[in-house]
């Protein structure tokens, strides 16, 4: 009896971490092992992509440190590899472990900025179009259906290169990067438009909402405190998901030759460099960070499903 | 009906508009394009005589129609890279582009259902498993990525297979093919099945997912109750309702297999529209991007016109719709 009241006097302030571990989303997370296997692989990625100068075991771009006698070297584990270069050296020598550590790292800010950029413009002109209605509702609505028609990837694509064109070669390298976050980012907005619209349209007839006008509040204000925080739960999950396709297509331009520059490297920038080598039968240069990236969309893809299952009342 | 394909021609044409418009706008601010044409020597009254003849000098609107129109006809000026009319370049390339996405949407379908059916029928079997698991690798691993793996496997350590380019090809009329020839079919294995891959694995999963749908419904049921053998409802009464979602969706997917093209072109360096224009993208071509942007931009709404169409006429409730609504 004692047991159970003290316990009961502990659990009633309940702490906002206590009450996640107690939740079902916490308890089917540790249920799966392929989950907690891709979220603990994702959260090694993140870690070392943020820390890549200290974690990296050289540095691929620093020039004092390559040598040229080192290049091409198969991985430590072939009969002519050396156990400096467990994933073998490029062709220039630089340590391929360390190029996909300093690659993913551009891969994840690419695809999470792109991500984060879809997200301010799909969730602005959904909150804007379910709100407003009308005229405007319909246009934008329009302009999604049209863009849904055709493939993100092509569009991503036509961006990217239409704007390259546009910009003067000298300044290329410079804002390769801010291009591609643009195009990857505006060629995904629709989803979240759509659901946050669905949304918006339920919250704006709530009570909630009717009173915050009836106190005096303008739109901007209602949007931005009310309805905003009441239409982000879905946007979790299509942005984890999303990440996944953005960073695919990033890495598709790259390696089509006209995403970020070779200066900076990233996953899809290394394949590209690697498969010039696939022929010579150097084949650790392209086939590495491939399979780096297959392991990083397919971690995020997995976390994705199962934080869609988990988070929808109607699956259980 | 009348106002509904009158409402979908107004949208296409509006979507058709704002391509050309941006591509005229590409081909017209982008650079020079009379300092792309002539070369060092030409004098400033040459250009301007040169300028004037092509009415660049022009109001912007009547340029744009000219742009138009001549877009309506095939005609998208000169290459500055090739020195070629454009029109050219997109004939040679179209057939390569064509026989590729074909022979990969056949071998999309034909592999593609068949594993659907067999995964929604034995749900728990071994290979439905294994089908399931690669269908989800599939859809993890990036086109580009397919194609190098089977370069590295067919290409370079068992040297079955050509790894680049079409093979020698016959030209039948301004139509060059590759598959009346041996080198021609064996350079087109690869790139094929790169590009079918993904919509093989789209195509499985949505077989699947239709089939467990019908099969849960009353008339399959009924069917089953009548005694018909498991043959005959599996395939005459499931399978033929489960078609209809699938070829619709495949028919929108043809878009993205031209969209993959691109992709799958640059890996094999198959000499198609999808190479064409990536090399225009690097060599700044504003012409060829231009054709490819209107041209990839009407293929696209073509195909959602016949499929808006289609629908319309397979799903009455949608006349009802767009009577009392509109």
């Known amino acids: 009896m004692s047991v159970s009241t003290s316990e009961q006097a502990g659990a009633a302030p309940k702490s906002r971490l206590r009450s996640f571990l107690d939740g079902d989303v916490w308890y089917s997370f540790t249920r799966s092992p392929v989950v907690m296997l891709s979220a603990i692989f994702l959260i090694v990625t993140f870690l070392a992509a943020v820390f890549a100068p200290y974690v990296a075991p050289h540095d691929p771009f620093d020039l004092a440190s390559i040598d040229l006698m080192d290049a091409s070297l198969p991985p430590a584990w072939e009969a002519d590899g050396d156990p400096r270069f467990l994933l073998g050296t490029d062709d220039q020598g630089r340590d391929v472990l360390s190029t996909i550590i300093f690659g993913a790292r551009i891969s994840l800010i690419v695809g999470i900025a792109a991500v984060a950029f879809s997200i301010v413009l799909g969730v602005g002109l959904g909150l804007i179009s379910g709100y407003v209605g009308g005229r405007l509702d319909a246009f934008i609505m329009r302009v999604a259906d049209v863009q849904l028609s055709f493939p993100s990837i092509l569009i991503a694509l036509l961006i990217d290169g239409v704007a390259r064109s546009v910009i003067s070669r000298s300044a290329h390298d410079e804002i390769a990067l801010y291009v591609l976050v643009f195009a990857i980012g505006v060629s995904g907005w629709v989803q979240y438009a759509r659901t946050v619209r669905g949304s918006t349209l339920v919250e704006r007839d709530k009570e909630y909402v009717q009173a915050a006008r009836v106190i005096g509040m303008g739109p901007t204000l209602i949007l931005w405190r009310h309805v ?23 890495a598709t331009l790259s390696f089509l030759g006209v995403g970020v520059p070779p200066t900076t490297p990233s996953l899809g920038t290394l394949i590209r460099i690697g498969n010039d080598y696939l022929f010579s039968g150097e084949w650790w240069i392209t086939i590495f960070p491939g399979v780096a990236l297959v392991l990083l969309v397919l971690a995020i893809n997995l976390l994705g499903d199962w934080l869609r299952d988990a988070l929808n009342p109607k699956l259980r | 009906m009348i106002g509904f394909i009158a409402t979908r021609l107004f949208q296409s044409v509006i979507v058709m508009l704002t391509v050309a418009l941006i591509a005229f706008a590409l081909f017209r601010f982008v650079g020079d394009p009379i300092n792309n044409m002539v070369g060092q020597d030409t004098t400033l009254e040459e250009r301007a005589a040169l300028k004037e003849r092509l009415g660049l000098n022009d109001p912007f609107f009547i340029q744009f129609a000219r742009f138009a129109g001549n877009a309506a006809q095939g005609e998208f000026g000169f290459s500055y890279q090739h020195r070629r009319p454009v029109s050219e370049l997109v004939a040679e390339r179209l057939p390569a582009t064509l026989e590729l996405s074909l022979i990969s949407a056949i071998l999309a379908l034909a592999i593609g259902i068949p594993m659907g059916v067999y995964t929604a029928l034995r749900r728990n079997g071994l290979l439905s498993r294994a089908f ?12 580009f990525l397919i194609g190098i793996l089977l370069i590295l496997f067919f290409g370079v350590i068992l040297r079955w297979l050509p790894t680049f380019g079409r093979g020698e090809v016959v030209d039948l009329g301004g139509w060059t093919t590759g598959l009346l020839t041996e080198s021609g079919l064996r350079s087109l294995i690869m790139p094929a099945i790169t590009l079918a891959l993904f919509q093989m694995t789209l195509i499985m999963r949505l077989v699947r997912a239709e089939m467990l749908e019908v099969l849960r419904t009353d008339f399959v049921k009924f069917a089953r109750a009548r005694g018909l053998p498991d043959r005959y409802v599996h395939f005459k009464t499931a399978l033929k309702n489960t078609l209809v979602p699938v070829i619709t969706i495949t028919g929108l997917q043809l878009g993205s297999i031209i969209a993959f093209a691109i992709i799958t072109e640059s890996v094999f360096q198959w000499p198609g529209m999808g190479l064409l224009f990536i090399q225009a993208i690097g060599n700044v071509d504003i012409p060829v991007m231009a054709a490819y942007l209107v041209m990839i931009a009407f293929f696209f709404v073509v195909i959602n016109f016949v499929v808006d169409m289609l629908y319309y006429a397979v799903d009455p409730r949608l006349r009802v719709d767009a009577r009392g609504g509109h």
């Open chain 1, 228 to 250: 905003l925080p009441n239409v982000m739960g879905p946007v979790l999950v299509i942005a984890t998901i999303h990440l996944a396709v953005a960073i695919i297509t990033e």
């Open chain 2, 132 to 143: 399931m698991t690669l269908s989800l690798i599939g859809v993890s691993l990036p086109t």
